[in-house]
């Protein structure tokens, strides 16, 4: 079936400091891939989006590229902040119906 | 343009009782969807709507679960009555249509089961 692996964390990094967050897939059909950002207390934010192979999403210095031959959309930042502590969670979604499969989410701190 | 509302926030509550949550989506969004995110895991799918119908509820627990979308605008999600194992943050999201393939979530609700 359709699913999504995230990378465990926590994750600690230092402000400046590069960061990769890694997400791999199953998917039968042709999914779009996607990753949210949950900061403490609220809810789920769309953070970038690729809907088709070799696509590149892209947001707030954030970037993944979907690759088909590796089945991965990792997450990558330059240079973190301290605003960047959130928990990220990788997407896909299949077409038909539209159902969301999330990770299991990575925590990430960033320290002064 | 406002986004999904829910409430309430926060909820506690003793095993065996019952409790409801309430969801408005974004305005003009026909889809509409309820996950329970469990803490340390992602959000688990468990009923979709289109408009005012069901179009899957394959992983609601439909013994103590059950969901309305009556008008097709705001949604209801009770629990009844309520297992320690519901402990969780229960979210609700919507879509433009199936096809849009982007949702938009809701703060969530935590509830405490004790």
């Known amino acids: 079936g359709d699913s999504v692996t995230q990378m465990e964390g926590p994750v600690t990094l230092s402000e400046e400091a590069f960061l990769t967050i890694n997400c791999t897939y199953t998917?039968?059909?042709?999914?779009?891939l996607f990753w949210y950002v949950q900061y403490p207390g609220e809810g789920l934010q769309l953070l970038l989006k690729a809907t088709k192979a070799d696509d590149k999403g892209s947001n707030k210095g954030f970037e993944a590229t979907y690759r088909k031959e590796t089945t991965s959309f990792h997450l990558e930042k330059g240079s973190v902040q301290v605003s960047d502590s959130a928990v990220y969670f990788c997407a896909l979604s299949v077409y038909t119906g539209n159902q969301f499969y999330f990770g299991t989410g990575t925590s990430l701190t960033v320290i002064p | 343009e406002a986004g999904v509302a829910q409430s309430p926030r926060y909820k506690i509550i003793e095993k065996r009782q019952s409790v409801a949550f309430w969801c408005n989506p974004i305005?003009?969004?026909?889809?509409l969807y309820w996950y329970q995110q469990i803490l340390g895991q992602g959000p688990k799918l468990l009923i979709q709507?289109?408009?005012?119908?069901?179009?899957?509820d394959s992983q609601l627990p439909k013994d103590r679960f059950s969901a309305e979308r009556l008008k097709g605008v705001d949604s209801t999600l009770k629990i009844q009555p309520a297992k320690l194992e519901d402990s969780a943050v229960y979210l609700c999201?919507?879509?433009?249509?199936?096809?849009?393939?982007?949702?938009?979530f809701g703060p969530g609700t935590r509830l405490t089961v004790l």
């Open positions: 999201a919507s879509s433009l249509n199936p096809s849009s393939n982007e949702q938009f």
């Open positions: 709507f289109q408009n005012n119908g069901v179009v899957d």
């Open positions: 305005s003009g969004h026909a889809t």
């Open positions: 998917a039968t059909g042709y999914p779009s």
